[in-house]
């Protein structure tokens, strides 16, 4: 189904994004290297969607590096805090049109 499709698309970013911070935990990926599909637009948009999922369920944070780029991150569970739900987090929008993102 596509509920199954999109819950599997989901794990497979956020074991990607696991995965480069535990081999390379002091270098953030910025957010666009991650969810832009450069030989597809649509692609791109539905990285973007599953991204959100990761963000939503407290999996991993966007914030500003120093550059005042977006950069994604996992976020570090606490031992025996698994209320990710207690983090504070926020809501963005995002537009990007084909234009941009060619």
């Known amino acids: 189904s596509h509920q199954e499709a999109t819950a599997k698309e989901v794990e497979r970013i956020l074991r990607l994004l696991q995965t480069h911070f535990k081999n390379d935990p002091c270098t953030p990926i910025f957010f666009f290297d991650l969810v832009v599909d450069p ?4 692609r791109t948009v539905e990285n973007i969607f599953h991204v959100s999922f990761i963000i939503r369920d407290g ?3 966007l914030r500003l590096d ?4 977006p950069v994604i991150e996992p976020v570090k569970n606490e031992e025996g805090n698994d209320d990710h739900s ?16 060619k």
């Open 86 to 101: 207690a983090q504070g987090r926020s809501q963005v929008v995002l537009s990007l049109s084909y234009e941009e993102w």
């Open 39 to 42: 030989n597809s637009f649509a």
């Open 66 to 69: 120093d550059d005042k780029l």
């Open 59 to 61: 999996l991993a944070r």
